[in-house]
Nanobody, 124 residues
Framework: QVQLVESGGGSVQAGGSLRLSCAAS????????MGWFRQPPGKGREFVAA????????YYADSVKGRFTVSRDNAKNTVYLQMNSLEPEDTAVYSC?????????????????WGQGTQVTVSS
């Protein structure tokens, strides 16, 4: 089993920044990919960003490219999502997820473990 715990959500005005963290514990040694997803009010869960756990670069949804940065700290088993230039449209519950299968994925069904989510609210 793997436990993922997000933190760092909150309320911010448009143009502001937030940094989300996702700490992993449990059977973490063989995870392949860490992803961030979000679910805006009244909408489905959507892909935000992903980063391989060992080596390789990050991948972003077009809607956040240039504003969000995903990074990892292998020693701390933690993944981060730095969100800058936030817009009201970024308001959502943000969740991190771990994928143990091989290959890259942006579909939520391809991830095996999920955190409980953290609320991000951006006001205009």
């Amino acid at each position: 089993q793997v436990q993922l715990v997000e933190s760092g959500g909150g309320s911010v005005q448009a143009g502001g920044s937030l940094r989300l963290s996702c700490a992993a514990s449990g059977r973490t040694f063989s995870k392949n990919l860490m992803g961030w997803f979000r679910q805006p009010p009244g909408k489905g869960r959507e892909f935000v960003a992903a980063i391989p756990w060992s080596i390789g670069g990050a991948y972003y949804a077009d809607s956040v490219k240039g504003r969000f940065t995903v990074s990892r700290d292998n020693a701390k088993n933690t993944v981060y999502l730095q969100m800058n230039s936030l817009e009201p449209e970024d308001t959502a519950v943000y969740s991190c997820a771990a994928r143990y299968g091989m290959g890259f994925a942006t579909d939520r069904d391809d991830y095996d473990y999920w955190g409980q989510g953290t609320q991000v609210t951006v006001s205009s």
